[in-house]
């Protein structure tokens, strides 16, 4: 099925935009500390699940978002009320930074009553319409067709939001990508591909399993630009993403970022990462960790103290507490629940 839509009177050049990357992004006090707050929750929370899922109160998979916060707040920081967000399985994150309820998160992947998805979709599957959250998805790959289709949503409305669909470097080899990128620049649909480049995918390197490994240019053979982003400088990300989700709302088709980020944990709870050294992992905490350059410049620029910082922290793990207490208070569904909203 076509797309019956009125294409701009003069068609921007999509290899003049991928070539112009834009500028880091100037943050007065108040968007440092929310950036700062923001970040410094995705880790709190992801360093309680961790703890919680070694004392098996989580259990099946559990996918950590640390050391990638910069990404999902930065992005966040783009959006309008309509648009939305739909990522893979390393989603907590992205839940978070759109808005959803840190209890309702917690008690999801503990399997309670309370959660998302009522307790039956774990760590992987839960959304929130509201919140303009569609997924949280387990199959690599499948949520960029089905962000894909999300903008064509848009477009048949006739409304002018745009969807982020957030995927990985080992995603990026999937066929199902080239297929949406395809019919996305065909039918010009308003979606920001992020692709979000911790190097490592599963457990092998990008220089080991990609022939390109600037995947930016994944886009190209469709015409579609795309940028490479420092992933770790909240900034960046804002810059660049403001750039690419106004290339889509102004109805020039989709946009390519690639953002270079970092996982500190494994690909999982279960994944040992003996396939990188102790050594670099430490390098990248100590000079790019994303939280700690935003925190150094707040301080620097007199934004706030050292104890009012503390003081944000300290506020900070209270809530993520809470939503530890009340998911493991929280009661499991009950039995009857067990094939309710299961599509069969």
């Given at each position: 099925m076509a797309v019956a839509k009125k294409k701009p009177a003069a068609q921007p050049d999509a290899k003049s935009a991928a070539e112009t990357p834009a500028k880091l992004a100037e943050f007065g006090k108040d968007q440092d500390i929310a950036a700062y707050r923001d970040m410094l929750s995705i880790r709190r929370f992801e360093e309680k699940a961790g703890q919680m899922y070694g004392m098996g109160l989580i259990g099946g998979f559990c996918h950590l978002y640390i050391g990638q916060e910069a990404v999902v707040v930065g992005m966040?920081?783009?959006?309008r009320?309509?648009?939305?967000?739909?990522?893979?399985?390393?989603?907590?994150?992205?839940?978070?930074a759109c808005g959803m309820d840190p209890k309702g998160v917690m008690a999801e992947l503990t399997?309670?009553?309370?959660?998302?998805?009522?307790?039956?979709?774990?760590?992987m599957h839960m959304f929130s319409v509201q919140e303009g959250f569609y997924g949280g998805h387990g199959i690599v790959g499948a949520q960029v067709p089905l962000g894909t289709g999300l903008a064509f949503a848009n477009v048949y409305r006739g409304n002018d939001h745009v969807c982020l669909t957030y995927f990985g470097d080992g995603a990026a080899t999937q066929?199902?990508?080239?297929?949406?990128?395809?019919?996305?620049e065909l039918w010009k649909l308003p979606v920001v591909y992020v692709i979000e480049n911790n190097r490592y995918a599963m457990g092998t390197a990008i220089t080991r399993s990609s022939a390109?490994?600037?995947?930016?240019?994944?886009?190209?053979?469709?015409?579609?630009?795309?940028?490479q982003v420092d992933g770790m400088d909240v900034r960046a990300v804002k810059s660049a993403g403001e750039k690419a989700v106004q290339w889509c709302?102004?109805?020039?088709?989709p946009f390519i970022l690639e953002m270079m980020t970092y996982r500190y944990r494994g690909h999982s709870m279960s994944d040992p990462a003996k396939y990188r050294t102790r050594e670099e992992v430490e390098k990248v905490r100590t000079e790019h960790d994303p939280i700690e350059q935003v925190r150094q410049r707040i301080l620097e620029k007199k934004?706030?103290?050292?104890?009012?910082?503390?003081?944000?922290?300290?506020?900070?793990?209270e809530r993520v507490n809470q939503a530890a207490e009340f998911a493991t208070h929280d009661p499991e569904p009950d039995a009857a629940e067990l094939y309710t909203d299961v599509w069969r």
């Open positions: 966040q920081m783009t959006l009320k309509g648009d939305q967000v739909i990522t893979g399985y390393r989603d907590h994150g992205h839940m978070l399997g309670r009553r309370g959660g998302y998805s009522k307790g039956k979709g774990g760590s066929g199902q990508v080239y297929e949406a990128f395809n019919m996305a390109e490994t600037n995947l930016s240019r994944r886009g190209l053979s469709f015409n579609i630009p795309g940028e709302r102004d109805g020039n088709g934004f706030a103290s050292e104890d009012q910082l503390k003081k944000i922290d300290a506020e900070v793990r």
